[in-house]
């Protein structure tokens, strides 16, 4: 996260700062044994092709069967980026290495996507290419996005009982006596345990994989949508004073570390013991 956000340019989507940042994440993956796969995509605005590309990671487990862990590493122009999604790619990074040489039941597929602040680009691209066979062939997918500065950690998921990734993550999260919750669902438009369709899991959740989101936000505040993240401060995201370190860590001390270090926690975790029988097991217990 601090170096992808302080020591790189800025991350906007199709320009040289972003591939700047995804060359970096290709050699961090390298450094901890992975084969990263760049895997280039173009999108249009307007007139204009721009180019991007997403960058997958397998980690084989004990069954073929996917889970697929993304996030965005892309930000918006003038920003810093560190909530906003350096704190995504922090987290899978650290996963990624804690994971390495421990047996995990399913396979997981670690992928940084581009382009999603002009219009979740990458994970489209990604979705789009995957046949019914890789569809078929995965579990799950779990969003990272925006994990530091937000007042709650949070976990999201799919309505229905394709949300039994986010019951099995709050229980997880539970048994580590770490403070996670999902929506409230004060908001009619964004039912109690899910959320909107603004990040990444959106073009998964759109071809029938189902989705855990975690994120650090406050859903009991503003339009009590999610978007204004804290009390103090309203949201960071976006914003070139707010989504900086400077500012994050002058006034909200020690936020970042202790939420990264707790979904990194939840993760390794759920990633070590999400079994083929999870899905039946929290399904019968949602309408
Ligand atoms: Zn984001």
């Not at 991350?11 to 591939?19: K, L």
């Not at 670690?110 to 999603?116: H, Q």
């Not at 909107?196 to 505040?221: C, L, R, V």
């Not at 990633?271 to 399904?283: F, G, S």
């Amino acid at each position: 996260m601090y170096h992808l956000s302080q020591n790189l340019g800025q991350r906007v989507a199709g320009t040289t700062g972003e591939i700047e940042a995804r060359n970096y994440i290709v050699q961090s993956f390298e450094r901890l044994g992975y084969q990263p796969e760049v895997q280039p995509f173009t999108y249009q605005r307007g007139n204009v092709v721009y180019d991007s590309a997403n960058v997958a990671v397998v980690k084989e487990g004990k069954f073929k069967k996917e889970l697929i862990i993304g996030a965005h590493y892309d930000a918006v122009r003038g920003v810093q980026g560190v909530d906003d999604n350096a704190t995504g790619i922090g987290v899978i990074l650290e996963v990624a290495e804690r994971i390495k040489d421990l047996n995990t039941p399913y396979t997981i597929r670690f992928i940084a996507f581009g382009a999603e602040e002009v219009g979740l680009k990458g994970s489209s691209a990604y979705a789009k290419k995957m046949k019914n066979k890789d569809i078929n062939n995965t579990v799950a997918m779990i969003n990272l996005d925006s994990l530091a500065v937000g007042d709650f950690k949070y976990v999201y998921g799919s309505s229905g009982k394709d949300g039994w990734l986010r019951e099995f993550a709050l229980d997880i999260a539970e048994e580590l006596s770490i403070d996670l919750q999902t929506n409230p669902g004060l908001n009619p438009e964004y039912p109690k345990g899910t959320t909107g369709d603004w990040s990444d899991h959106a073009p998964f959740n759109a071809i029938g994989i189902p989705y855990a989101y975690f994120e650090a936000t406050n859903w009991e505040i503003g339009d009590l949508d999610g978007y204004t993240q804290t009390v103090k401060h309203g949201a960071i995201w976006h914003n070139p004073g707010k989504d900086n370190l400077a500012f994050i860590e002058r006034d909200f001390p020690g936020r970042t570390k202790e939420h990264l270090r707790s979904f990194s926690h939840i993760l390794t975790e759920l990633t070590l013991t999400l079994k083929q029988n999870t899905r039946a097991q929290y399904m019968s217990q949602l309408k």
